[in-house]
């Protein structure tokens, strides 16, 4: 009976029965130790099942009993970027590669993983390896113009792109990622017909995706929206599913319906404002939201707010939250409900030091640093010095962030993070503060939805939902936006605010 289970396992696997291959394995672990050729057909069936978490825990064992085998350490690298855990997964792979170093496809996964944590030399590095070890040329090609791409260098990346495309032309990702490089360089007649082409080889998700929110970036919100909605087909997008349906548009009155965050907390701050509609059409409302935000949104919404560490609730629907424009038909963005839609609790108070001679200004120079694009968001601290020599003003550094300390060293810059424990009290202390100056972070979209006066400093490609053009957004009357003219140039932008800094603090001083 134990081989026969075991061969029935094998035999599933081969003819791709996963369900069986796990089922006949997990029976045979049941009664015996595993040997090695046995966690990797119960571990490959759960992969392919897309069971990552249960992969995750069949190789970590694998790795305790067999450490020496470089399948296992590759294989739970899989698992463990298929979690989100791309830190672990990179360790894993890298382990993988000092047992077996001649791993392409080992290679291939850091490259895509130190892209997404902004070692993109070491991304770079890391696809020329995969090329040279074989991995399918346009594969390991498309992964080397991505690296190349993220270092600002465009011109080696579309010639990257292209030769990916000599080798396979039906390479959809190539294409797509020529398509992103048009928009990046704002050429928007130049990346549609190259989406076009790639969807008519691979309609993937990832695709229709990226296009959706290049078409909301370039206005087209009537493309842009139904096209976004692709992420949810993509594996781990969303951090929880429900049981219950997604609502799909029908009557809401007297119903229970789960909103579910998604993606960071800008984006929840910026879309709970559909809420209201939602509300006024009879839905009870239940906000799942990470736990900084539940304070905060619980004063302020119409409906329960949760956090996501606690345990979903029965409800008749669900919908995630970054799909309320669409869902309530309001796609343009001049058809959002009006902000500002948020109010700040009274405490804690800011400690405003030099009275009202002076104005005092909150300063975000940096985003979150696992951000795929923080590198072209943030700025160094040292290009915003010239704010420094403005008459009547004092800055504050109203959020809390790892690397403060090392940052604000030397700077004249109060630091606020000592008093901040979530969103709410960040939300006092930005409404106590005469504005903020932000690059693109969820403290901008809080400032904006409290009515607070704001800097916006963009890169030249900046997200979709500034646009490309004008100073000011219909998310946020309050909010002003400072766009770079070059890639990675932001000599004028910090000019021109320095200017209006200057200026809006003159107004503030006594005659």
């Known amino acids: 009976m134990t081989n026969d289970l075991v061969s029935l396992a094998l035999e599933a696997l081969r003819r791709k029965d996963f369900a069986a291959a796990r089922k006949a394995m997990r029976e045979f672990a049941d009664e015996h130790p595993l040997e090695f050729q046995h966690y990797l057909i119960l571990g490959l069936s759960e992969l392919a099942l897309q069971d990552y978490f249960s992969a995750r825990d069949v190789f970590e064992e694998a790795s305790q009993v067999f450490p020496h085998q470089a399948q296992v350490w590759f294989n739970l690298g899989v698992a463990l970027e298929n979690t989100?855990?791309?830190?672990?997964?990179?360790?894993?792979?890298?382990?993988?590669?000092?047992?077996?170093?001649?791993?392409?496809?080992?290679?291939?996964?850091?490259?895509?993983?130190?892209?997404?944590?902004?070692?993109?030399?070491?991304?770079?590095?890391?696809?020329?390896?995969?090329?040279?070890?074989?991995?399918?040329?346009?594969?390991?090609?498309?992964?080397?113009?991505?690296?190349?791409?993220?270092?600002?260098?465009?011109?080696?990346?579309?010639?990257?792109?292209?030769?990916?495309?000599?080798?396979?032309?039906?390479?959809?990702?190539?294409?797509?990622?020529?398509?992103?490089?048009?928009?990046?360089?704002?050429?928007?007649?130049?990346?549609?017909?190259?989406?076009?082409?790639?969807r008519k080889i691979n309609d993937a998700p990832e695709i229709r995706l990226v296009e959706g929110l290049s078409r909301l970036l370039a206005g087209d919100a009537a493309q842009g929206w139904p096209l976004q909605e692709a992420r949810l087909e993509i594996s781990g997008a969303l951090r929880m599913r429900p049981t219950c349906p997604m609502w799909k548009g029908e009557s809401l009155h007297g119903k229970r319906l789960l909103v579910l965050a998604e993606q960071g907390f800008g984006d929840v701050i910026q879309f709970c404002r559909y809420g209201r509609l939602l509300s006024e059409i009879g839905a009870e409302l239940i906000w799942v939201v990470p736990r900084p935000l539940v304070r905060f949104l619980a004063a302020n919404l119409s409906g329960r707010v949760q956090g996501e560490d606690e345990p979903l609730p029965d409800a008749e629907l669900w919908l995630p939250i970054m799909s309320l424009p669409l869902a309530t038909g309001k796609l343009d963005f001049s058809d959002a409900p009006a902000a500002p839609y948020l109010r700040a609790p009274e405490a804690p108070l800011l400690p405003r030091k030099g009275g009202n001679s002076v104005r005092h200004i909150g300063l975000v120079w940096t985003a979150s640093p696992t951000h795929q694009r923080d590198h072209e968001r943030s700025i160094s601290l040292n290009a915003l010095a010239a704010l420094w020599g403005i008459k009547g003003s004092r800055y504050y550094a109203p959020f809390v962030n790892p690397r403060i300390d090392e940052q604000l060293r030397s700077q004249p810059i109060i630091r606020l993070d000592k008093v901040i424990s979530d969103f709410a009290d960040t939300a006092a202390l930005l409404w106590q503060l005469d504005g903020l100056v932000a690059v693109d972070t969820a403290a901008a979209h809080l400032a904006g939805a409290l009515g607070v006066r704001t800097w916006l400093l963009l890169p030249y490609c900046p997200d979709w939902r500034w646009g490309t053009l004008g100073t000011t957004t219909p998310w946020y009357p309050s909010v002003t936006l400072y766009r770079q003219k070059a890639a990675g140039d932001w000599d004028d932008v910090i000019e021109g605010l320095t200017q209006d800094i200057a200026a809006y603090c003159a107004q503030a001083l006594p005659l």
């Open 84 to 198: 989100g855990a791309l830190d672990e997964a990179a360790a894993s792979y890298e382990k993988s590669l000092t047992i077996h170093s001649e791993q392409a496809d080992a290679c291939g996964n850091l490259s895509n993983i130190y892209r997404k944590r902004g070692r993109f030399h070491d991304a770079e590095m890391m696809a020329h390896r995969a090329f040279e070890l074989g991995a399918p040329k346009a594969q390991a090609l498309n992964l080397l113009g991505l690296a190349l791409a993220c270092q600002g260098k465009f011109e080696a990346a579309e010639s990257t792109y292209r030769q990916a495309l000599t080798h396979d032309p039906n390479c959809a990702q190539a294409l797509a990622n020529l398509a992103s490089l048009s928009v990046d360089k704002l050429d928007f007649s130049s990346a549609w017909p190259l989406f076009e082409s790639a």
